[in-house]
């Protein structure tokens, strides 16, 4: 969760719509909750977690894939990650 006092400089923008609803259900909900389960908790290449001060990871589409262009601030990795559903691969001899 992310406090106001975490942007000292944030300026709340005047209202341009009397009586706008800021809480409650919206329609971007689904998509808003798909976001925040899909969004890469630990980085790839060293483990550390990217929740917080820990990276950054920002969502894209390609198609109707989900991609997470991502940056880990202990190691400095930066890439790609893509929730996978289904994979079909080769078993090692
Ligand atoms: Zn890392």
Same mark, same amino acid.
């Given at each position: 969760m992310? =406090?106001? @006092? ?8 005047? #209202?341009?719509?009397?009586?706008? @609803? $800021?809480?409650? %259900?919206?329609?971007?909900?689904? #998509?808003? $909750?798909? +976001?925040?389960a899909?969004?890469?908790?630990? *980085?790839? =290449? *060293? ?5 917080? #001060?820990?990276?950054?990871? %920002?969502?894209?589409?390609? =198609?109707?894939?989900?991609?997470y262009?991502?940056? *880990?601030?202990?190691c ?9 559903? @289904?994979?079909?691969? +080769?078993e090692?001899?």
């Open positions: 992310v =406090a106001l @006092r975490d942007y000292p400089n944030h300026v709340e923008p005047p #209202d341009p719509v009397p009586d706008r @609803r $800021l809480t409650g %259900v919206h329609w971007w909900d689904p #998509d808003r $909750l798909r +976001h925040l899909d969004l890469p908790r630990h *980085c790839p =290449a *060293c483990g550390a977690e990217l929740t917080g #001060d820990g990276g950054i990871s %920002v969502e894209y589409w390609e =198609a109707d894939h989900r991609v262009h991502t940056w *880990c601030r202990s400095g990795w930066t890439g790609d990650i893509i929730r996978v559903h @289904r994979m079909i691969g +080769h090692p001899d």
